[in-house]
């Protein structure tokens, strides 16, 4: 499994745990995590929720590619455009 892989399956393991409504010391015995381990993912998940709702420079020299967001729970949205169009819709909100 790579480091990216892992990162996302924790921080997908923080949104379960954040949905379950149990205790982090409850969640990790009922689903035999280490609770050292899920205290460091939890810690940085919320690092990465500070860094949240930046936004990131875009190269525009790259006139097409993919654009792919990866959320802390897992869920990807990945987009094949020209960045070019993609730029101007930005600007026109």
């Keep these: 499994m ?6 996302v399956q ?3 393991m923080i949104a379960d745990w954040q ?5 982090k010391k409850r969640y990790c015995e009922e ?10 993912w939890f810690s940085r998940s919320k690092e990465n929720a500070t860094s949240s709702g930046s936004f990131i ?3 525009k020299g ?3 590619g993919d654009v792919e967001v990866i959320y ?11 960045l070019g169009l993609l730029s101007q819709l930005i600007r026109l909100y």
């Design 19 to 23: 949905q379950s409504g149990m205790s």
């Design 62 to 64: 790259v006139r097409k």
């Design 2 to 7: 790579s480091k990216e892989e892992k990162r």
């Design 31 to 40: 689903n035999g995590i280490n609770e050292a381990k899920f205290y460091y």
């Design 72 to 82: 802390p729970n897992g869920v990807r949205i990945k987009v094949d455009t020209d």
């Design 10 to 12: 924790m921080f997908a």
């Design 57 to 59: 420079a875009i190269d």
